[in-house]
């Protein structure tokens, strides 16, 4: 089993439509959780770290459930500008340890 | 603007002769990573510099080695590239903050070195 786990894409979606990505992950020592962006043959970029009690930029929501071991991320009317692979990152207690997801490609269609 | 730098963008080298990929940055940042992407798949962390402090991967090939001569700059020299080394090859960077206790911060990634063995 992974460390870290998302959910198989690709996502195919219309504009304006509300998407949801989930990820989980395996080792309850797990301290520090994000979302990154990243677009086609391009670096990683932030797009949100994902506290304990949730937390919300724009169209953008993420969620922590350490009892379940996931997080989750919803994107609300979305763009086409929202086209990417969405990366969630797991980071490990003690160290600088880092597990990336396999990531969830997106495509938002006229 | 503060940034991560990687120099070559995309590097072409023959299976077995070593090859050199820099990183630097501006944002003086205590912790250095690099990652290896293949096509499709996720980040791969290889091994990381906390200041001076090199931390490899338990998985890391001994292929790969690193250094940092300073904060600014890090290094990752591929000793004999195989077919398979051919991946995208991320630089990162972190600050480290003891008042966060475990949490991690942001990482900043450049844009990478694209490596082709042929």
């Known amino acids: 089993r992974k460390e870290v786990e998302q959910d198989p894409g690709p996502f195919n979606v219309p504009e304006g439509a509300t998407v949801a990505f989930n990820c989980t992950y395996s080792?309850?020592?797990?301290?520090?959780f994000f979302w990154y962006r990243q677009d086609c043959r391009k670096e990683p970029k932030l797009l949100m770290s994902?506290?304990?009690s949730g937390n919300e930029d724009g169209r953008f929501t993420a969620q922590l459930n350490r009892a379940s071991q996931y997080i989750s991320l919803l994107i609300r009317d979305s763009k086409l500008s929202d086209s990417a692979t969405y990366l969630c990152?797991?980071?490990?207690?003690?160290?600088?340890?880092?597990?990336f997801g396999a990531g969830t490609r997106l495509f938002v269609k006229a | 603007d503060a940034m991560v730098i990687q120099n070559p963008r995309y590097q072409v080298t023959q299976f077995g002769k070593p090859v050199t990929l820099s990183c630097s940055q501006t944002l003086n940042h205590n912790v250095m990573y690099w990652y290896q992407q293949k096509s499709s798949q996720a980040p791969k962390l290889l091994f990381h510099?906390?200041?001076?402090?090199?931390?490899n991967e338990a998985d890391t090939p001994d292929n790969f080695q690193s250094r940092r001569p300073n904060t600014s700059f890090c290094f990752l020299d591929i000793r004999s590239p195989g077919l398979g080394d051919a991946a995208m090859y991320l630089c990162?960077?972190?600050?480290?903050?003891?008042?966060?206790?475990?949490?991690?911060?942001?990482?900043?990634f450049g844009p990478g070195t694209r490596l082709l063995v042929l």
């Open positions: 994902v506290y304990s």
């Open positions: 990152v797991v980071g490990y207690t003690g160290g600088f340890k880092t597990i």
């Open positions: 990162a960077t972190s600050r480290d903050n003891p008042s966060w206790g475990a949490l991690q911060e942001t990482q900043y």
């Open positions: 080792n309850s020592a797990s301290q520090s």
């Open positions: 510099y906390y200041d001076k402090d090199f931390n």
